[in-house]
């Protein structure tokens, strides 16, 4: 174990870092504007340009990191990182924002693919999930952990914008001096959204409901928040809430996966989704100890729906296909992130604060309904067919390789 650590350790507090800094910004960003009295479908278009950018770095961020090399790409893209978020606190304007927002989802998508690619070339079979599991841990942990800045007083407007920078910047000091030699980049080609569909139309409906859902409770939530008058402080144990809430969670649905037909357990998250939707939006008001357990339920719900979509996909797919379905399923999963909030803050404008987990329960009720029809479709493939459940994040399609039942043979 203290082997494998010390061989992705610098890896791992760069991630770290780099999440605890850019978690709370999202965060802060959300909060900033919901205090100038921006509409709810301005902020809904300023937030979903990260995940915009996200996708477009997905695709296209690799020929920075091949044409440069790893290190001199981390450093580019952590350094650019890092002026971004000192932009912001200079002038509050959403055109200007929306543009800082699809730069820094495209850095980040960058940053990923330096960290999962070195991850992906430090691996073998026998650590792959290993290696898996600690890069979750500290993904999750950086970026949960970073909401406790927000409980800082920050009456300059800048202090926070300043703090987020210094740990984007500390991030890019252990790569920048490792002696580990970079890796090469993995080629990762993605299945088209026809084919996804064709393998697994539960999988394919539910990854793209978990973006609409993630990405809009990601961008609004800050919003949310401060609608229903929670202080900024309350607003990041919110948001920290949902996101324990998906590590706790997010391990012992998988594992009920494994034992049940999988389907079953898609429907029941999808069923909770549904229902904590409806609690937190009941439950929206200051001092509800109710709201934070809701935050914690509704994250774990929704965070174990991605990877069971895509434990499903590959029940219904050869070894051989599953790391271009896992490549596919990402960016599935970043174009409902990129819908949603443009969506979900047009519910809000009409409905008020309560309305962004109205748009929750609207989805997920939808996927629901779909997952229940397909359950009659089609019968569920044979227990021996069925792959181990895996926790895995949504970043970029290069984390694919990663995943242990990507495995050559695997499930054949």
């Known amino acids: 174990m203290v082997g494998i650590l010390r061989s992705v350790l610098v890896l791992l507090l760069a991630i770290l870092l780099l999440m605890a800094g850019n978690g709370p910004l999202n965060t802060i960003i959300g909060v900033r504007l919901e205090a100038a009295g921006t509409a709810p479908a301005i902020i809904g278009a300023v937030m979903s340009a990260y995940f915009g950018g996200l996708t477009l770095g997905s695709l296209f961020a690799y020929r920075i990191v091949t044409g440069y090399g790893h290190i001199r790409a981390f ?26 927002r699809l730069s820094e ?7 990923f693919i330096c960290v999962e690619s ?4 430090r691996t073998t079979s ?10 979750m ?22 202090l926070l914008f300043a703090l987020v920078s210094i740990l984007i910047s500390f991030a890019v000091i252990p790569v920048a001096l490792t002696r580990v030699a970079p890796p090469i ?25 978990s973006g609409l859902v993630l990405g809009s409770f990601y961008s609004l939530g800050p919003s949310f928040s401060s609608e229903i008058g929670l202080d900024l402080s309350q607003t990041g144990m919110f948001m920290s809430a949902v996101i324990f809430g998906g590590v706790l969670l997010q391990l012992p649905v998988g594992r009920l996966s494994d034992v049940f037909d999988r389907r079953l357990v898609i429907i029941g998250v999808l069923t909770a989704m549904v229902l904590v939707s409806v609690g937190t939006a009941a439950a929206a008001y200051p001092g509800s100890s109710l709201l934070y357990w809701a935050a914690l339920v509704f994250g774990g719900a929704s965070f174990a729906l991605y990877p069971l979509c895509v434990a ?21 999963y970043s174009a409902g992130a990129t819908l949603g909030p443009l969506l979900s803050s047009g519910v809000m404008t009409l409905t008020g604060a309560p309305g962004l987990f109205a748009f929750t329960a609207m989805v997920s009720s939808f996927a629901l309904v779909f997952g229940l029809w397909r359950m009659r479709a089609r019968p569920s493939p044979p227990a021996e067919q069925q792959g181990p459940y895996q926790m895995l994040p949504r970043t970029t399609p290069v984390i694919a390789p990663l995943d242990p039942r990507s495995e050559p043979g695997d499930g054949e």
Request: hydrophobic content about 50%.
């Open 75 to 100: 450093t580019a893209f952590a350094s650019a990182l890092s002026g971004i978020s000192l932009v912001y606190a200079l002038h509050l304007d959403p055109l200007l924002w929306s543009l800082l």
């Open 105 to 111: 989802g495209f850095c980040m998508a960058g940053l």
């Open 118 to 121: 070195w991850l992906n070339d």
């Open 126 to 135: 026998e650590t792959r999930g290993k290696i898996l599991a600690f890069y």
């Open 137 to 158: 841990v500290c993904l999750y942990a950086g970026q949960a952990g970073g909401q406790f800045m927000l409980n800082l007083q920050d009456e300059s407007g800048f």
């Open 185 to 209: 980049l993995p080629h990762v080609e993605g299945l088209s959204f026809y084919r996804l569909y064709e393998a697994s139309p539960l999988g394919m409906v539910g990854t793209v409901s």
């Open 312 to 332: 499903h996909m590959n029940d219904h797919l050869g070894a051989a296909a599953r790391v271009s379905a896992s490549g596919g399923l990402i960016l599935a």
